[in-house]
């Protein structure tokens, strides 16, 4: 087994969460996901002051990506050709990522006082042990919380990072980094709530990004993963149920779903339909949570924090979620943290900006490098 620790750089915490690295500049993220090219480029000083100088969001013809798989490599390298041209950057910071379907991530407890191994030791050691052919990985040391795990190992087989580093490198991209798009998600909410709420800090939150065809969703304490899963339910389900019941095509059954002007029983219709089905499944995946270790007693869950649906269509969602589960909960968008320099369309930045949750969290991790 051939084992290489190029594939992320997860490195430390910064130890002030508002000062970025001197120089950090412009970062810019690239999130290739099984719908979308998303590119989010950042400018900033400190995480109190971040600006989204340009995005671009590029659809992707179904089976380019599927599953987190390059499967039509050279499709692949056309759209992000196409992207770089519709963003108009030669940014040289860049981090980009593989989905979180093609990463093993595990955590790991270490008692330096009561081991043989160094920590590099130990960690080769358990990577060698997950079972993946020409392996990569990397750790991080995650904040000790007594005896609870403080290690966090990711790993990869070798050739699912070169389809994505390669394609981007014949598209004109060097990424400095990549990382996993679950980690860019985390983080992205992590910078909402430094910004906008930060009691939620100390909090055990439950997150949600409703994508085009699924719903990360993850349970974090003080920025540490308690437990995460896909949920098979995502915004397609409603671009569906627009189709079926208007008649439409797919491109007009998401302009309706954006619209302000909607036939009077859309949001019965639709919307209700949609979001008691998301809540239903948000419930099974708080079920899920409850039974997952019975060996210890899982943190009770303070705050919900919902992204990629702020829509016409989602209006009341988060009063919803808040009735049928007793917890507060909120619906944001990661990347509205970042002010839009005056030359981005806002109108069109508010229908994009369910897409960018990924890119805006990968960017901020180019700045925090």
Request: glycine share 4%.
């Amino acid at each position: 087994m051939q084992i290489n620790t190029s594939f992320l750089k997860l490195g430390k915490k910064n130890s002030n969460k508002n000062t970025l690295p001197t120089g950090s500049g412009q970062s810019l993220g690239i999130d290739i996901n099984d719908n979308a090219i998303c590119m989010v480029l950042l400018n900033a000083k400190n995480l109190n002051q971040i600006r989204l100088e340009k995005y671009t969001v590029v659809p992707l013809p179904r089976n380019t990506v599927a599953s987190g798989n390059v499967d039509n490599y050279d499709e692949l390298v056309a759209y992000l050709q196409q992207a770089k041209q519709k963003l108009g950057s030669n940014a040289k910071n860049i981090t980009a990522a593989i989905s979180r379907k093609q990463a093993n991530i595990s955590t790991l407890y270490f008692d330096e006082e009561h081991s043989e191994l160094n920590l590099e030791e130990f960690v080769e050691m358990e990577a060698s042990n997950v079972g993946i052919d020409n392996l990569r990985y990397d750790y991080a040391q995650l904040l000790s919380l007594g005896t609870e795990p403080n290690i966090l190992l990711s790993c990869c087989n070798s050739e699912v990072v070169d389809s994505r580093t390669d394609a981007l490198s014949a598209a004109g991209f060097t990424p400095d980094l990549m990382d996993i798009d679950l980690f860019a998600l985390v983080n992205a909410f992590s910078v909402w709530i430094n910004n906008e709420n930060p009691a939620l800090s100390g909090k055990t939150l439950a997150l949600f990004n409703v994508e085009r065809y699924s719903t990360q969703a993850v349970i974090t304490y003080q920025g540490r993963i308690l437990f995460e899963q896909e949920i098979a339910l995502g915004r397609e389900y409603q671009v569906q149920a627009v189709q079926r019941q208007y008649q439409l095509s797919e491109t007009d059954a998401i302009h309706l779903i954006q619209s302000d002007n909607q036939p009077d029983d859309f949001h019965e219709t639709i919307a209700v339909a949609f979001q008691n089905q998301l809540v239903q499944e948000i419930q099974r995946f708080f079920q899920f949570y409850q039974t997952a270790d019975s060996k210890e007693d899982p943190r009770n869950i303070e705050y919900i924090l919902i992204s990629g649906c702020s829509s016409s269509g989602a209006f009341g969602l988060s009063d919803l979620i808040q009735e049928k589960t007793n917890i507060n909960a909120e619906q944001i968008n990661p990347a509205e943290t970042a002010q839009p320099i005056s030359k981005i369309n806002e109108t069109q930045l508010m229908y994009d900006i369910n897409e960018l949750a990924v890119a805006f969290g990968l960017a901020i991790r180019g700045l925090l490098k």
